[in-house]
């Protein structure tokens, strides 16, 4: 075999001393091949260094083992987290995952990466993206394979919609805040088309009225510390309020920043919960106090539904994925 070639099909045949049709056979789990062949196929295979084209294999069995991932936004922590443990949970379940971005989230660019990912041959379908319209566009389309969207259950009502309770974290968040005694508590919010911060913002609004507390209008940003810390300098000149909670964990360093800058102190002046739990959360100055997402768990469900739909099972439980709020030391009661 020339040294620089990749082996193939036929040098695994001539080493296991059998045709390429049982190694194909045996590749393809055929129940006919005795053990013996079938050994002396998998040490021809280690051996050789030998991996089976994805493709080819997806002719002979019909299925491709690639799962579509669909995703219009991985440059923030909760959708590229999303993504990672999607692709954990396939690996386990002997899936490959194929990802693919549109340029934007019009109908057009949504179209021609759901084609990209059918002509890739995948099973089953799954959307990651922070906007509305994707998930609209997606539905628009009339896919015949499954699909699951994930973090779109907050304001849809999709059959096969999985999501951190979003609404539900918000609340627990501005509840923390609430029985530490503040009473005047704003909200940095997430951009207005997020689905995600349409989501935080509702929770928090919902927490503050069920405690018959002001309500304040929530500031709308775009998820980046530079935000939170020009916000927070606008914010802190008036300082009529006691508390934070920030749509993310970015907007609450920026506006930790801004306390800072402005002399005051975090919690003895004002306290700060974020929402993600980044890695870095617990290394901010003070540590955040924020809401976790469970991600791994968020992916594992997504995959289990999935694979239930592709093996043509009902399942009834889209149960979303409870958050859990961190404890740190950016929160405190409010001095009297």
Do not use: K
């Not at 997606?138 to 309770?165: C, F, K, N, Q, Y």
């Amino acid at each position: 075999m020339d040294p620089v070639r990749a082996p193939n099909i036929r040098d695994v045949a001539r080493v296991a001393g059998v045709s390429y049709q049982t190694v194909s056979r045996v590749l393809n789990d055929s129940p006919s091949i005795r053990v013996e062949t079938r050994q002396r196929v998998e040490a021809a295979i280690a051996e050789l260094g030998y991996r089976p084209n994805p493709a080819a294999r997806a002719l002979v069995a019909g299925r491709s083992r690639t799962i579509g991932l669909l995703s219009a936004s991985t440059a923030y922590y909760g959708p590229a987290t999303a993504i990672t443990s999607i692709e954990a949970a396939a690996r386990e379940a002997g899936y490959r995952i194929s990802i693919t971005s549109p340029a934007s989230s019009d109908y057009a660019s949504v179209a021609a990466s759901v084609e990209y990912l059918l002509g890739q041959g995948v099973e089953a379908l799954v959307v990651v993206a922070p906007q509305v319209r994707v998930f609209e566009a997606v539905r628009a389309l009339g896919l015949s394979v499954p699909v699951v969207t994930l973090e779109s259950a907050a304001i849809s009502d999709a059959p096969s919609s999985l999501s951190v309770d979003q609404v539900e974290g918000a609340r627990v968040a501005t509840r923390h805040l609430i029985e530490l005694g503040h009473e005047e508590i704003l909200h940095i919010a997430g951009p207005q088309d997020w689905i995600e911060a349409e989501a935080r913002m509702q929770g928090y609004l919902r927490e503050l009225d069920a405690h018959d507390l002001r309500t304040r209008a929530p500031i709308l940003g775009d998820w980046s510390s530079a935000f939170g810390y020009y916000a927070g300098l606008e914010l802190l000149r008036v300082r009529d309020f006691t508390a934070v909670f920030a749509g993310n964990d970015q907007m609450a360093l920026g506006l930790q920043h801004a306390c800072r800058d402005m002399g005051l102190d975090v919690p003895g002046d004002i306290s700060i919960v974020g929402f993600d739990d980044i890695p870095e959360a617990a290394h901010f100055a003070p540590p955040l106090t924020t809401v976790r997402q469970n991600f791994p768990e968020l992916g594992r469900r997504a995959l289990s539904l999935l694979l239930a739909q592709l093996r043509g099972e009902e399942r009834a439980d889209h149960s979303m994925v409870p958050p859990e709020l961190v404890l740190r030391a950016s929160t405190a009661p409010p001095r009297r």
